[in-house]
């Protein structure tokens, strides 16, 4: 089998991935640090760079895409996998996705085409998927005790203050735009296209009150996309779940597992239950409640998001709002029950819960269906297949050599950008010294930092 490496970041703990290849035969090496999940620190990347040499494996893989793991494995030149379960996640939107190394693998067959659309290669549609045998090797916590309920929802309202300062910053007649374009998405799920909500002169509003940091960041991400998934996707979200918790908590035991402090807009008949811990208490929960509803961001328009694979592998039933793709992934009504609008969300609870033999047949065939097909074993032999061909495929060594010799300028000033990030000027200003026949914009830049160094 393979010998592959699985990195951590600051961010994700999780460890499926790293305990299912184990399982598989393969050789997995743990790098002993944690990357940032977000900034390319020079040097975590140096050192990641040279554990990957070091170790001789023949690619890496983390959860979701990471840029310092995506610079470290081009500079030892190995391919890396990344399970990406956010969309969108807008880390792919740097040039560092860019590079010939990275094999994006995103859940949903939108995001997969917008990142095609952008001259990434290597993107792949993937199932998210859980692992089936996973109580057998991490035991639920036994202390922990779930609420008896007849709804339960685990998640969050997002109720960020990025948001409320957003739109506090607007003037009444814009906030009362926004809000309205929200009203207008909101609790309507037939429709799977979410984009384009957002009339350019909010878009523009947000840009500058941003202070166009989203560009700086993500430079090859469409500004309706940025603002669209961070504030109005949120925004509608925040309305449906309390809407739909608040609207059955008046007829049944309703119960909310969250991590939020701020709950004040849910009635007082909602049960409010800490965050359930991922590996140990969530399955728990699901198995727990008798309906548990999925409710997602509409950012999700053609893909199945993590909690549905979640609540189905613990054997629990799920109420999900529509989407095209859980409609081909499932059989609806005999393994998932979808609803398009309330009215239907609410028949189909009374119903469900009036019918506990259908409810438990449901989860049962769900759960048959996941271990079947959408098991996290099935998914990464489906990843290291695919990374392992293109390797047969090509010399990849070589092809990162040719990179690296045709277009290393664009390379370098990836890398000497991450280095003036962290006001590492001298270590910037070699990098770019490496650059052979640089550009007039290389050239300039070089110059830049000579008076930077000397003004230190």
Request: aromatic content about 10%; charged content about 30%; some cysteine.
């Amino acid at each position: 089998m393979s010998k592959i490496i699985y990195i951590k970041t600051d961010a994700i703990e999780l460890e499926d991935i790293k305990r299912v290849l184990v399982r598989m035969g393969n050789e997995v090496v743990v790098y002993p640090g944690k990357m940032n999940s977000v900034r390319v620190l020079p040097e975590e990347v140096k050192k990641l760079s040279e554990f990957i040499k070091e170790q001789g494996a023949l690619f890496a893989i983390s959860y979701d895409f990471i840029p310092s793991i995506a610079q470290s494995t081009m500079e030892a030149k190995i391919p890396y996998a990344a399970f990406v379960y956010d969309d969108p996640q807008v880390e792919c939107y740097t040039m560092y996705a860019q590079y010939p190394n990275v094999y994006l693998f995103v859940f949903d067959r939108h995001e997969q085409k917008r990142l095609l659309n952008l001259g990434l290669k290597n993107v792949y549609y993937t199932v998210l998927g859980v692992d089936k045998d996973k109580e057998k090797y991490i035991p639920p916590d036994s202390d922990y005790t779930p609420c008896d309920c007849d709804v339960a929802f685990v998640g969050q309202l997002y109720n960020t203050s990025y948001m409320d300062k957003a739109l506090n910053s607007m003037s009444d007649e814009m906030r009362e735009k926004l809000l309205d374009t929200v009203d207008e998405k909101a609790l309507k799920w037939e429709d799977g296209s979410f984009y384009g909500v957002f009339p350019d002169d909010i878009c523009d509003h947000l840009a500058k009150y941003d202070g166009f940091e989203y560009k700086k960041k993500y430079p090859y991400i469409d500004r309706h996309l940025f603002f669209e998934a961070a504030v109005a996707a949120r925004l509608v979200a925040r309305k449906e779940r309390l809407v739909v918790l608040n609207a059955l908590s008046q007829k049944y035991k309703v119960c909310l597992y969250t991590f939020d402090k701020d709950t004040k807009d849910l009635c007082e008949s909602v049960s409010i239950r800490p965050g359930a811990k991922y590996d140990r208490q969530v399955s728990k929960a699901y198995r727990a409640a008798k309906i548990n509803l999925n409710i997602p961001l509409h950012t999700i328009e053609m893909g199945a998001n993590q909690r549905v694979f979640d609540i189905m592998g613990a054997g629990g039933f799920v109420i999900s709002s529509y989407n095209e793709e859980l409609e081909r992934l499932f059989v609806c009504d005999e393994e998932i029950v979808l609803f398009k609008d309330m009215n239907e969300l609410e028949e189909k609870v009374s119903y469900y819960l009036n019918n506990k033999e259908a409810r438990e047949r449901i989860a049962r065939q769900g759960r048959l269906r996941i271990e079947k097909e959408y098991n996290l074993q099935s998914i990464l032999e489906n990843i290291i297949e695919i990374v392992t061909t293109d390797i047969k495929n090509k010399d990849c060594e070589m092809t990162y050599d040719k990179l690296w010799k045709s277009d290393i300028e664009r390379v370098i000033l990836v890398k000497a950008s991450s280095l003036m990030n962290e006001k590492m000027w001298l270590e910037a200003y070699k990098a770019l010294r490496e650059i052979p026949n640089p550009s007039l914009e290389a050239q300039n830049l070089v110059v830049s930092m000579e008076r930077i160094i000397n003004s230190l």
